[in-house]
DNA sequence: CTTATATTGTGAAACAAATAGCAACACCAC
DNA sequence: GTGGTGTTGCTATTTGTTTCACAATATAAG
């Protein structure tokens, strides 16, 4: 089953927000409803939930633990994936800081820099090994995603050895656009832009 | 005129790389030189560009500095725009620590907070005050956009906040989504989805 | 001058995503 | 049970964006 980038992005927020659902007692939620804390359309809600093959009860709306548990197959693999930071400065420790223990499948073990003043040292709850280590704690580890917050000019050099170390995943928070081959999966995302984005469309 | 979003992301990033072919001494560019930069096709670059009303040459390419002044022109307002950051925990700290003089006619001019510790101070080289004073500030500086990087529990009712203060665009990295009404923009990211997503696909 | 080559600019086709429209169904009030 | 209401599930349509294909043009080499 092939997934719309979008459907994917969206099934992860409609999870977390069932499982606040879940927290405050519900059990069955309409799909307006959902749309309605998403700030989307129920049509929305319901062709992503049909494309995902899951159905509700047309009284009732949709049992919320069986669609988390769904959404879990779909998005989470069985043993969990591995993930690193590379990069500790104030964006990665933020990050690193942010995210430790909020998902049982997703689990950040370990952080690089090249900053002796970094390295060797638990860093924000995560230990932080030299940049020279990567390729041995990636494959001890089986990272599969990296999280890259290195200093711009560090970004190609960084990213081929991660590549090189197998990482099969790249969330790319640094200024510079990265390029990677088809078997390698690229998230960029860029703050500058979002605010220059936002500055045009309050300027009109 | 009317740009489609994407292209207007991408301009913002063309300039960006444009800055530094002219640190490099550049004057001229092709449009696969740029799309190669970007990790896009040449034919892209040139329908953005077209989409702008940009001609090159068809021998030289395209006058970098006039790309780059033309870009302005449309992204950057003429007496620039003033931002807030709303929220400076690790991740407000991060952002204000990164952007500070990043850009001209982008400028964050103050930043609030809850927690005292925080307040009546200058954090990260921004004076930080109490949310209390968010209109007071807000209407003094002309702040046109906020990032909003506050506790999760705090993000309805401080996005309310903003809305009244007179902020017309607001910038959410909260988990949090968000609803406005259709005389503000919105722009949200969240990590948690961009990791998930990656997790799907490294999965397949 | 003529040809080969490299480039830009753009209409049209293809693709991706969001939205509309509606049939089918379950439930409730009476 | 019957009619009204609110819901899901699905197909068709619309909208937005990217890619294809190629005409037009400038330059350089022969
Ligand atoms: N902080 C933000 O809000 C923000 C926003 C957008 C983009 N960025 C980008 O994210 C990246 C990190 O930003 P930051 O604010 O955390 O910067 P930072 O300077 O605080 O952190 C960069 C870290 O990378 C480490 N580093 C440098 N070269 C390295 C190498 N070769 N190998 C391993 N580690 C190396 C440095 O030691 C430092 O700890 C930058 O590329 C920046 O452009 C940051
Ligand atoms: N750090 C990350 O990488 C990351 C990633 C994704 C999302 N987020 C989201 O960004 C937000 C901030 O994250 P963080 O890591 O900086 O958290 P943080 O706890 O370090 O910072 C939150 C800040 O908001 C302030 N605050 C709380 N209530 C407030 C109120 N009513 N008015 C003004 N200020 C208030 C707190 O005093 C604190 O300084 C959170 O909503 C979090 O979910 C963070």
Redesign the pocket.
């Known amino acids: 089953m092939e997934l719309p980038g979008k459907t994917v992005e969206r099934l992860s927020q409609y999870r977390r927000i069932l499982y606040d659902s879940i927290r405050e007692g519900k059990n069955y939620i309409y799909s307006h409803e959902l749309a309605k804390m998403m700030n989307l359309t129920s049509v929305q809600v319901r062709r992503d939930l049909m494309l995902i093959g899951y159905s509700g009860s047309q009284s009732k709306g949709y049992v919320i633990k069986d669609l988390v548990a769904l959404i879990g197959k779909i998005i989470d693999s069985d043993q969990g994936q591995h993930i690193i930071i590379v990069g500790m400065g104030n964006?990665g420790r933020?990050?690193?800081?942010?995210?430790a223990g909020k998902r049982d499948k997703l689990v950040i073990v370990a952080a690089f820099d090249n900053d002796l003043q970094k390295t060797d040292r638990i860093v924000a709850g995560i230990p932080c090994y030299h940049i020279n280590k990567l390729r041995e704690v990636v494959e001890a580890e089986k990272v599969s995603i990296a999280v890259l917050t290195v200093a711009p000019e560090a970004t190609h050099d960084v990213a081929k050895k991660l590549m090189e170390a197998g990482v099969k995943g790249i969330l790319n928070y640094t200024s510079v656009p990265l390029t990677v081959p088809p078997d390698v999966y690229l998230e960029e995302y860029d703050i500058v832009t979002s605010l220059e984005k936002l500055a045009y469309l309050v300027k009109s």
Chains 1, 2 share one sequence.
């Open positions: 964006l933020a990050i690193t800081s942010y995210f």
